[in-house]
């Protein structure tokens, strides 16, 4: 996970094409794909009003 | 629920103040440094005592309230981790850090009176509950000597580590809610309870992270999964913090570049594609337990 990551750091461009389905991350299941995608996409909750 | 729960951080705060005071073992001294902890973790609320209420009242047909002695049980034992973690960590935040010789045997009577509370209920299946807690907390003790050791370098003992220091705590309270109900313990129950604990141990380590005091790991030297993934790196900014991590003596660390490395380099990106992979694990264990959709929508909001 930890080179996919460095991988698309570097490559940016990769995740808008991801984002769009245009590409595939092989050997990463779809749920970590999400998962990838996810932490890309800018929205970062690190307050969990839950866990009070 | 979200009105529920806060109802039942009151009902479980009521057991604490019941459980201390009725504890005719433990003298004025002791029980009133017991009742000043409890009091500032009642700020925090009591979200372990609140996973076992939810999955007792889950999988019960009849609502027995000693479960809210054991919600308060298990409260006493995380905070009597809480307590212990702070002491080691040299952590001068709460109370319990200005004498503590004195905490230390606070923490241990918090912790006997614990399994002893549950043993004392009414429940069929208590001493199954009692078993749970004894493992798990053994298991927690054990990540917690792993954290201290620093010895976890890499991504996956990391999360070996929180798994057992933190992962340990949610699943146990969850599956102490099940046993009680259910006389038995599910798997899925305890993979996502356990998941939770990774989740918000990831996200305290990011938080870590946002400021450069006296709690920062980095500049304490410890390892979580952003500055794993920041060692990683060949650039200035890694081999500078490799040095840091290597020297003995003063060194310096240029903050904003290691920010800069840490938010713009894919270190917390890192992180949190971790928290979302175990995030995306526990909803799909959570879809085959037959919980209330309440239920689910608050244990959804911990699993974020």
Same mark, same amino acid.
Request: hydrophobic share 40%; glycine share 4%.
């Given at each position: ?14 995740? *808008? ?23 890309? *996409? ?11 | 629920?979200?009105? #529920? ?67 308060? /049980? ?54 199954? /509950? ?15 000597? #792993? ?44 993979? &996502? ?12 380590? @990011? ?23 920041? #060692? /990683? ?34 270190? @917390? ?28 929508? &608050? #244990? ?5």
């Amino acid at each position: 996970m930890m080179h996919v990551i460095q991988y698309l750091e570097k490559n940016p461009d990769l995740v *808008s094409l991801l984002k769009a389905q245009k590409v595939s991350l092989i050997g990463i299941s779809s749920e970590e794909q999400k998962a990838i995608l996810d932490a890309f *996409s800018g929205v970062i909750d690190l307050e969990s009003e839950a866990w009070k | 629920m979200r009105g #529920l729960l806060k109802g039942l951080d009151e009902r479980i705060n009521e057991s604490l103040d019941i459980l201390i005071e009725n504890e005719a073992l433990i003298g004025h001294e002791l029980r009133s440094m017991l009742k000043s902890f409890k009091e500032e973790k009642s700020v925090l609320g009591y979200s372990f005592g609140k996973l076992c209420y939810c999955h007792y009242e889950a999988f019960t047909d009849c609502l027995d309230e000693d479960i809210y002695k054991v919600a308060a /049980a298990i409260e006493l034992l995380i905070l009597s981790f809480d307590i212990i973690d702070d002491l080691q960590d040299k952590d001068s935040d709460y109370s319990w850090s200005t004498i503590p010789e004195l905490s230390f045997n606070v923490a241990l009577a918090m912790l006997v009176m614990a399994s002893r509370t549950i043993r004392e209920t009414s429940f069929e299946h208590k001493n199954i /509950a009692v078993q749970i807690l004894e493992d798990y907390a053994l298991r927690s003790i054990n990540g917690q000597q #792993l954290d201290l050791l620093n010895i976890c370098r890499d991504d996956q003992s990391y999360i070996q580590m929180i798994d057992q220091k933190s992962g340990s705590l949610t699943a146990m309270s969850c599956l102490i809610g099940e046993v009680l109900a259910k006389g038995e313990i599910s798997h899925e129950v305890e993979e &996502y309870g356990k998941y939770i604990g990774i989740i918000q141990q990831i996200k305290n380590d @990011i938080q870590s992270l946002k400021t450069w005091g006296p709690k920062n790991d980095l500049l304490n030297k410890r390892y979580s999964l952003p500055i794993i993934y920041l #060692l /990683a790196q060949k650039n200035d900014v890694s081999n500078a913090v490799t040095n840091y991590y290597n020297n003995d003596k003063a060194d310096f660390l240029d903050n904003n570049a290691t920010e800069n490395m840490l938010t713009n380099g894919g270190a @917390i990106r890192y992180a949190i594609t971790v928290k979302n992979v175990y995030k995306f694990k526990a909803l799909n264990k959570l879809e085959d337990v037959a919980i209330s959709e309440l239920g689910k929508d &608050y #244990l959804k909001r911990l699993m974020k």
